[in-house]
C-alpha cells in the first residue's frame, strides 16, 4: 500500500505538464498580498525521492512563520477512490499484459489482485514510477514538518475533486494510459525520470516543459494528451488559484502544490500576480 500512496498526491509522469514563460521562473515564491498578508507558494515534486527529501532551512523558517500548511489534497480516507467500481482489468488485458502486469506489480510491491482492481489511470502512475526509495513524497514530508511546528493542514482540493478528475476518463481511455506505460521498458522509465528530476533540482520549468511534450505527449494519441492537458491542468488551475488566492488573502499560509500549477498563463504564479500580489523568489 505504500508503493501506492507515495504517488497519490500527483501523476507524475502522466501529468506534470507544465507551460512556463521565461519570468515565472522559479519553484520558491514569497507572496505578499495587497493587505500586507506575507505568504509563500512552493512547487513539489511529487516524488519520494532522497534527492527531494531535504527540506532547506530557508523552506523551514518560511513554515514556521505562517498559520496553515496548505497542500493539494490532504490524505484520501476512502479507498474506494482508487479502485474500479466493478470487475477487474484481468478481462481488458491481454495474456502478455497480464504477465507484464504481475511483473510490475511484484517490483513495487503490490498484490497482484489489489492491482487488478485498481482503475487504469492509477496503475498507469503508480508502474511509470522509479522503485520506490521511502513510504512518503516530497508532500507529505513538507506537512510533516508543519505539523512538527503545530500548523494547521488544509488541502486546496478534497480527495473527491482530486483523483476524481481522472474519472472524466473513459475505461478504455484509460486502458490506453496502461498499455502505454507497460510498453516502456524501465530503463526508459528510469531515464526520463532523472531527465525530469534535474530540471527539477535546476528549477528550469522551461525545460520540464519540453520533457513532459517528449516523453507523456510522446507515449499517448495527441487528442487524449490535449484532453489530459486540459483536465489535469488548465481546469484545476483555475479552481485553485481561486481558492489559494482566497486563502492567502486571509492569513498567512504556505502553499505546496505540484510544480505543474505554478507556470504559464493558468498557473498560480500568474493568477496571483493578477489578485495584486507581489511576488519575489526565495532560494530553496
Not at 89 to 114: C, I, P, W, Y
Amino acid at each position: 500500500m505504500q508503493g501506492i500512496l507515495r504517488c497519490l498526491f500527483g501523476l507524475v509522469l502522466l501529468c506534470f505538464a507544465l507551460a512556463a514563460s521565461a519570468t515565472d521562473k522559479g519553484l520558491f515564491w514569497k507572496l505578499e498580498s495587497p493587505t500586507e498578508v506575507t505568504s509563500y507558494l512552493f512547487g513539489t515534486m511529487h516524488s519520494d525521492d532522497n534527492r527531494v527529501a531535504d527540506i532547506t532551512p530557508n523552506t523551514i523558517e518560511a513554515i514556521k512563520a505562517v498559520d496553515t500548511f496548505v497542500m493539494e489534497v490532504t490524505e484520501n480516507r476512502d479507498p474506494g477512490l482508487f479502485m474500479l467500481k466493478s470487475g477487474s482489468l484481468a478481462s481488458q488485458l491481454t495474456n502478455d499484459e497480464f504477465e507484464k502486469v504481475r511483473e510490475l506489480a511484484d517490483f513495487h510491491t503490490m498484490h497482484l489482485g489489489a492491482a487488478l482492481q485498481m482503475k487504469p489511470w492509477l496503475l498507469a502512475v503508480v508502474f511509470d514510477l522509479p522503485k520506490p526509495q521511502t513510504p512518503f513524497a516530497q508532500d507529505n514530508m513538507l506537512m510533516t514538518k508543519a505539523e512538527e511546528n503545530l500548523k494547521d493542514v488544509a488541502g486546496i482540493e478534497t480527495p473527491q475533486e482530486h483523483f476524481g478528475v481522472m474519472d472524466d476518463f473513459t475505461l478504455e481511455e484509460q486502458m490506453v494510459m496502461l498499455r502505454a506505460v507497460l510498453k516502456r521498458t524501465q530503463e526508459q522509465k528510469e531515464a526520463d525520470f532523472e531527465r525530469l528530476m534535474k530540471a527539477y533540482l535546476d528549477g528550469d520549468v522551461s525545460k520540464i516543459v519540453g520533457l513532459d511534450e517528449q516523453i507523456t505527449g510522446g507515449m499517448l494519441p495527441k487528442d487524449l494528451w490535449a484532453k489530459m492537458k486540459e483536465r489535469l491542468l488548465d481546469r484545476r488551475n483555475k479552481v485553485m488559484a481561486e481558492r489559494a488566492i482566497q486563502m492567502a488573502g486571509e492569513k498567512p499560509v504556505f502553499i505546496a502544490v505540484g510544480a505543474s500549477h505554478l507556470g504559464g498563463e493558468t498557473g498560480l504564479v500568474q493568477a496571483f500576480k493578477k489578485a495584486g500580489y507581489k511576488l519575489s523568489p526565495v532560494a530553496k
